[in-house]
């Protein structure tokens, strides 16, 4: 089951991948003129996204196609690169156009209370254990 469906998924690849810088297939630094194929940058992306999407870990989103540590690294090198300050810019000016985004208007609140039937009417806190000190 895809992270995102296609029609959203395939459109951001495609502009992310424009802020890519082309790579061979193999390393042609390597002395013996062979390596292990480098994992797909798309094989990669959707890696990220799956990890934006659920919130585990790298090591539960590994697999054959592509290990945790390759999933760091290529995350690291696109961090250099800014490429994902670059799609953070991108997703909110297509949400601006889409939905609206009027950051001037917007409130953030927050506040702490004391709770009305606390104190002596609440009575002993079940994790104090009467320890004296």
């Given amino acids: 089951m895809p992270v995102l469906p296609s029609w959203l998924s395939q459109p951001l690849w495609e502009q992310f ?3 890519l ?3 061979p297939v193999f390393d042609p630094g390597h ?3 062979c390596h292990r194929r480098r994992v797909g940058d798309r094989v990669v992306f959707d890696k990220l996204l799956q990890l934006l999407r659920f919130g585990c ?5 590994a697999d054959a196609a592509c290990s945790a540590t390759t999933i760091r690294a290529r995350r690291d090198e696109w961090i250099r690169l800014g490429a994902f300050a670059w ?8 949400y601006d156009r889409m939905v609206g ?3 001037d208007e917007i409130a953030v ?14 009575g002993r806190s079940p994790v104090d254990r009467a320890s004296k000190g």
């Avoid at 870990?57 to 989103?61: C, E, N």
């Fill in 101 to 103: 985004l009027v950051l």
């Fill in 87 to 94: 799609l953070k810019q991108l997703a909110l000016e297509a």
């Fill in 31 to 33: 002395p013996l003129g």
């Fill in 57 to 61: 870990s790298y090591q539960a989103i």
């Fill in 21 to 23: 810088p082309k790579r």
């Fill in 109 to 122: 609140d927050g506040c702490i209370t004391k709770a009305p039937g606390g104190g002596e009417v609440a």
């Fill in 17 to 19: 991948a424009t802020l």
